[in-house]
């Protein structure tokens, strides 16, 4: 998949089978994601290489989970993600995202500038 370009599109019902075999090659429980809700996904080659999920509550958007294919960490497809999460969030009116401080990949999203407000990771996109 080297020299491919990243294609992120919204996320819809027929990327469900591709995440839950994502899931399922990383060795994570189906119940670690819940598929409903808003979200993006990361393809490259025609493969799902990693998602986005998120929540809409009041003047935010609330990320669920993030998920890059663990050879394909480390080339910037979850920042590309995130980038592409605050720029829709922002079309849609938010002036934030934000995820819980005591998530997994807490220090993740502190490297992408997300800072500690009130025991949640916040950052503006506004």
């Not at 899931?23 to 986005?52: F, H, I, K, M």
Request: charged share 20%.
């Amino acid at each position: 998949m080297k020299g491919q370009r990243l294609f992120v599109r919204p996320l819809s019902a027929s990327d469900f089978g591709p995440i839950a075999a994502l899931q399922a090659g990383a060795e994570l429980p189906a119940s670690e994601v819940a598929l409903s809700g808003d979200g993006l996904v990361g393809r490259l080659a025609g493969s799902t290489v990693a998602y986005l999920l998120w929540s809409r509550d009041g003047d935010a958007f609330i990320i669920a989970s993030i998920f890059v294919a663990t050879e394909l960490r480390g080339i910037r497809i979850g920042s590309s993600l995130l980038a592409d999460a605050a720029k829709l969030a922002a079309e849609d009116g938010a002036t934030s995202l934000r995820v819980a401080q005591d998530c997994k990949l807490a220090r993740y999203f502190e490297r992408r500038g997300f800072v500690s407000v009130e025991g949640t990771l916040t950052k503006a996109i506004r």
